[in-house]
């Protein structure tokens, strides 16, 4: 039994497909298929269910994936350790990502990361939670920070590093309003908002639903700092966390918003059962323990 037989038995069960796991591992299909079949005649059962369009696991085979992705672990744990020793720690490292995120000094994080392990790239890109979510899951991303909306992305490991106050934003320019509102208050109001597949906006709708009203979004933006300058604007209202409010709200009147309390949550993604890189594993440690308890702000929107 070797590890790359191994590595590629974890590789095809999460894929589910051949091919796909040829090309996350950079190996030609039937090699993968040679060595797989090797480690089922070592084993003296079949691990892998052929015969439909979709790779499934055999019982033999759901009884040896956990096994299998353990000792991959150990194995990237010892690597780890024995490099550290060395000062050797080398490799890339992916990470995604929401945009504009201001309730997390990612910069300081990486600096303090690289100042220890110099030899690690890093390569970090910005995309939509649902992006990156998937991202994370199929191996695109070693890890990601992404927003957390009314439920959990499935079959990821999760830290929360951010839990804030979502506030209603509108123009200074607009005559004075209550401090406080909930969202029947503002349930006429044109909506500014994050697109679909944001935590933010997932959080939003769900508000909406939960109070039993529609949200009429008219402007959609990426950038969290485009919303609050829509809507300084005039063009309607934003729902911005309030560490967004804070550091953009030029021009702007800010509102808390209760019956029901809208929170954006920031947190930590990465694959918890397969292997990742000893570089990889070396940054998500380093973050889960730069960042052992969420920012959890509690205080009012800031001043208008």
């Known amino acids: ?34 060595q797989i079949r090797q480690l089922e005649r070592e084993l003296g059962q079949p691990l892998l269910d052929r015969s439909g369009r979709v790779t499934t696991l055999t019982e033999a085979g759901t009884a040896m994936l956990p096994f299998a992705r353990a000792a991959l672990g150990a194995v990237a744990s010892a690597r780890v350790a024995i490099d550290e020793l060395s000062g050797l720690l080398r490799g890339r490292v992916a990470v995604g990502m929401v945009v504009q995120c201001a309730a997390l000094d990612l910069p300081g994080l990486l600096a303090t990361f690289h100042q220890r392990y110099p030899a690690i790239q890093i390569t970090l890109s910005e995309d939509n939670s649902d992006q990156l979510a998937d991202g994370v899951r199929d191996g695109s991303y070693d890890l990601a920070f992404l927003g957390l909306g009314a439920t959990e992305p499935a079959g990821l490991a999760l830290q929360v590093v951010a839990d804030e106050p979502v506030v209603a934003a509108v123009s200074s320019q607009e005559p004075a309003t209550r401090a406080v509102v909930s969202l029947a208050d503002i349930a006429d109001r044109t909506l500014i908002s994050l697109p679909d597949g944001t935590g933010l906006r997932s959080a939003v709708d769900a508000a909406y639903a939960s109070a039993g009203l529609r949200p009429r979004v008219a402007f959609e933006a990426s950038d969290p700092r485009m ?40 947190a930590l993604a990465w ?34």
Not at 1 to 14: G, K, N, P, S
Not at 24 to 30: C, D, G, I, R, S
Not at 276 to 303: D, F, K, N, Q
């Open 1 to 34: 039994m070797e590890l790359r037989q191994l590595e590629y038995f974890v590789t095809v069960a999460r894929e589910q497909n051949f091919t796909r796991a040829a090309e996350k591992l950079h190996v030609a299909q039937p090699g993968i298929s040679a």
């Open 227 to 266: 919303l609050a300058r829509l809507a300084a604007r005039g063009l309607g209202l934003a729902f911005l966390p309030a560490s967004v409010a804070r550091a953009y709200g030029d021009g702007l009147r800010v509102m808390s918003v209760r019956d029901p309390e809208i929170r954006g949550r920031l």
């Open 271 to 304: 694959r918890a059962e397969d292997p990742v890189s000893p570089a990889a594993r070396a940054l998500i440690a380093h973050a889960r323990t730069a960042l052992p308890e969420p920012y959890l702000s509690t205080e009012p929107a800031p001043a208008s």
